[in-house]
């Protein structure tokens, strides 16, 4: 299923507007997710996992088991770095993903792992993952879910324009992502 990732909830403020679309499949073994992106800053200073990767050219998808209190956030760079987590909310009880956990995250991207100082110019550019459902849905193995609670967000706070897309709207008066009560909700395959 393809999404559009095109809500500009900070209008006002931020009112960058890149072309984000994710494509989402699944199997009995993972969920896969290719990002697609069309805009004017590219930027990706963070090559390492669990750094900033959030101030660079990001795509972001986070997801909720329903009715499980924890939700995970999954960011990545345009060049496949990321910081994966579980949590209760931004701050509260964040359990990083260990590197064996970060190692099982496949991810592809349309530029390789080097680390760029921000460029200007119109680029477009792909991330792919496969996030092993077992990271996801620890607590309900061997049947995984049918549905899962989720959005999707595209963001470069460090740029020359900010920007914070979401798949769902997000109608608080700051960009905040880490909002479960926002999520939608997708059926697996």
Request: proline share 10%.
């Amino acid at each position: 299923m393809k999404l559009n990732i095109d809500c500009v909830n900070w209008p006002a403020q931020f009112p960058e507007k890149p072309v984000v679309s994710v494509d989402v499949t699944n199997d009995r073994e993972a969920l896969y997710l290719k990002y697609s992106v069309k805009g004017e800053q590219l930027r990706a200073v963070t090559a390492h996992d669990q750094g900033q990767v959030w101030e660079d050219s990001c795509v972001e998808f986070f997801c909720q088991v329903p009715g499980e209190p924890y939700y995970y956030n999954f960011e990545t760079n345009c060049i496949g770095a990321m910081v994966a987590s579980r949590r209760r909310g931004r701050d509260e009880d964040v359990q990083p993903f260990s590197p064996d956990e970060m190692e099982q995250i496949e991810r592809k991207c349309t530029f390789p792992r080097k680390p760029f100082e921000e460029k200007d110019g119109l680029f477009e550019w792909t991330v792919e993952l496969r996030i092993p459902l077992a990271l996801v849905f620890r607590n309900t193995k061997p049947h995984f879910p049918q549905k899962l609670r989720l959005n999707f967000y595209k963001c470069a706070d460090k740029t020359k324009q900010p920007h914070y897309l979401s798949w769902q709207p997000i109608p608080l008066p700051q960009p905040n992502f880490h909002c479960p009560q926002f999520f939608g909700e997708i059926e697996l395959q």
